[in-house]
């Protein structure tokens, strides 16, 4: 997890930052560019020489025949992103180049990207011209280079679709060692429940497979999508849990963008498995904790974490 103990964005996703924003997101499908290219490959994008209209407008250029996306699903999609405006336009993000793509948590986007994903199935390209009121609003996002009146245009490439639900697939793997935490079954709503035994939690990572799955080992630079409950150990008593929160949550692994514990026992792990972790102070968050969360400097803190897919 990131310092902070909320579903976040992955850098790559620079634009799909939510925001609390609301705004008619009914419009067209006229989105005024040309876009060339096939599915899985970086678009080409030509824009007209005048200013982008003030309409919302949606377009499926490619319909997939995969899972299709609701509000608390995570889409991950490959994708660029462009602002727009009466003086032309600038490639803000892509996730081609970047080389992983983006994940767009839905129900926490601004309303022009969660119109544009309502519906959206795997294997499908859509185009998306967002005006300001259904994007950044009036005041733009400086730290996204995005200006008050700026429109934004999407491709989005959509590779996979996680749903609210989802869970680990695989063979159960139980576990009996009387000096660790036990996990009960996923509660809907909840995640499952966790008992963490009265003793002295152990000093190092502690990693045991309880689900095995049978995807693709997790590489360093993988874009996960994840479900999770963390609990502390001094009490047992949950501090954070992406079922509870009801959206999976998007890491990538294995370059610092988590906690050291994360990173050292989720690389190399398979899709679909379900771990429980015991992480030690050092390999959280350290000597300071977090506040917000009310994570002592010498919290041990205890993790079940469901791996539902690597990009």
Request: charged share 20%.
């Amino acid at each position: 997890m990131r310092r902070r103990l909320s579903i976040v964005v992955p850098a790559a996703a620079v634009l799909a930052v939510p925001l609390l924003l609301t705004g008619a997101c009914s419009g067209a499908d006229d989105v005024e560019v040309a876009v060339k290219g096939d599915f899985g490959s970086r678009p080409e994008v030509s824009f007209p020489k005048e200013a982008p209209g003030r309409e919302l407008a949606v377009k499926t250029v490619t319909g997939g025949d995969g899972a299709e996306a609701r509000e608390g699903d995570l889409v991950v999609a490959d994708y660029v992103g462009y602002r727009w405006n009466k003086d032309g336009n600038k490639l803000l993000a892509s996730s081609f180049i970047a080389g992983r793509p983006g994940a767009f948590p839905t129900g926490r986007l601004v309303p022009g990207l969660e119109r544009a994903l309502e519906g959206a199935r795997v294997g499908g390209r859509v185009v998306a011209k967002i005006p300001p009121r259904d994007g950044y609003g009036d005041k733009g996002a400086a730290q996204h280079q995005v200006g008050a009146g700026d429109t934004l245009l999407y491709v989005l490439d959509v590779r996979a679709i996680y749903a609210r639900t989802a869970q680990a697939k695989g063979r159960q793997q139980p576990l009996s060692d009387p000096r660790l935490p036990k996990a009960g079954p996923v509660v809907a709503g909840q995640g499952p429940s966790v008992t963490v035994p009265k003793i002295a939690p152990p000093k190092d990572l502690q990693v045991r497979t309880l689900v095995q799955g049978e995807g693709a080992a997790v590489r360093g630079g993988h874009l996960l999508a994840l479900q999770y409950v963390g609990v502390f150990w001094r009490d047992g008593k949950a501090f954070d849990s992406s079922w509870k929160a009801g959206r999976p949550y998007a890491a990538t692994i294995g370059t610092g963008q988590v906690m050291k514990g994360w990173d050292q026992a989720l690389v190399g792990q398979k899709v679909g498995s379900r771990l429980l972790l015991v992480v030690p102070p050092s390999l959280g968050y350290g000597p300071k904790g977090l506040a917000q969360a009310k994570i002592k400097g010498d919290d041990t803190l205890v993790f079940v974490v469901d791996i539902l897919g690597a990009h």
